[in-house]
């Protein structure tokens, strides 16, 4: 195999293993939602009638017109965090499912402004749901959700981004299925494809050790 073939796929699974750490690993551990409880007992930060149709419409830049996501989710987020969703049910037993499920992940930079940073957005969606454990039961009346100790994403997972450029040259798109997470692994023994601009490749069972 020559050698820039090599350097290619080396750079390539490290790139997918990078962007399913940043979405999926760093929430794990480091928690960092506004959390307040709204009148149906879901947590995150409250918006006036006007702020979320401002939410709705820039989520318009990022998913089909068809989407779920356009359609009065709810929503938590923090600074850099935003975590979607259209049912969710607590067990009772510290575990939450959520069914759809989508992540918008939206990275700093310097002397950034705030469409800028929409633009460069880290998207995951996990159309089929996910179920969260946490450490405790669940209060979301009193916004009492502890820490999250580990989880699956359910069915088809995609995580996408339209990088940095204008073009597609740096473009982001992987796709697998059935994640399971815990505080320190994140794994699935099904099929990677990943796409990073004109390179793409695949690979079968992913294991991040954190």
């Known amino acids: 195999?020559?050698?820039?073939?090599?350097?290619?796929?080396?750079?390539?699974?490290?790139?997918?293993?990078?962007?399913?750490?940043a979405l999926i690993a760093v929430p794990l551990i480091e928690p960092t939602t506004s959390r307040r409880a709204d009148a149906d007992g879901?947590?995150?930060?409250?918006?006036?009638?006007?702020?979320?149709?401002?939410?709705?419409a820039a989520l318009a830049e990022l998913f089909p017109a068809d989407s779920w996501v356009l359609k009065n989710p709810?929503?938590?987020?923090?600074?850099?965090?935003?975590?979607?969703?259209?049912?969710?049910?607590?067990?009772?037993?510290?575990?939450?499912?959520?069914?759809?499920?989508?992540?918008?992940?939206?990275?700093?930079?310097?002397?950034?402004?705030?469409?800028?940073?929409?633009?460069?957005?880290i998207v995951l969606e996990a159309p089929?749901?996910?179920?969260?454990?946490?450490?405790?039961?669940?209060d979301l009346r009193r916004g009492d959700i502890g820490q999250i100790?580990?989880?699956?994403?359910?069915?088809?997972?995609?995580?996408?981004?339209?990088?940095?450029?204008?073009?597609?040259?740096?473009?982001?798109?992987i796709v697998t299925r059935d994640i399971e997470m815990t505080r320190t692994n994140v794994f699935t023994p099904h099929a990677v494809d990943f796409r990073f601009g004109p390179h793409y490749g695949r690979g079968q069972e992913l294991h991040i050790k954190l």
């Open 1 to 21: 195999m020559p050698r820039i073939t090599r350097i290619a796929i080396s750079f390539f699974a490290v790139s997918t293993a990078y962007w399913l750490y």
């Open 149 to 173: 100790v580990g989880g699956q994403l359910q069915g088809r997972v995609t995580i996408r981004s339209q990088g940095e450029s204008d073009g597609p040259e740096d473009d982001l798109l």
């Open 128 to 138: 089929e749901g996910a179920l969260l454990e946490f450490d405790r039961p669940l």
């Open 74 to 121: 709810k929503i938590l987020e923090s600074d850099q965090f935003q975590l979607l969703m259209r049912d969710y049910r607590n067990r009772g037993d510290g575990r939450l499912e959520l069914r759809p499920c989508a992540i918008i992940v939206t990275p700093e930079g310097p002397a950034e402004t705030e469409q800028q940073r929409w633009q460069r957005a």
């Open 42 to 56: 879901m947590t995150g930060r409250a918006h006036a009638g006007g702020a979320i149709d401002q939410r709705i």
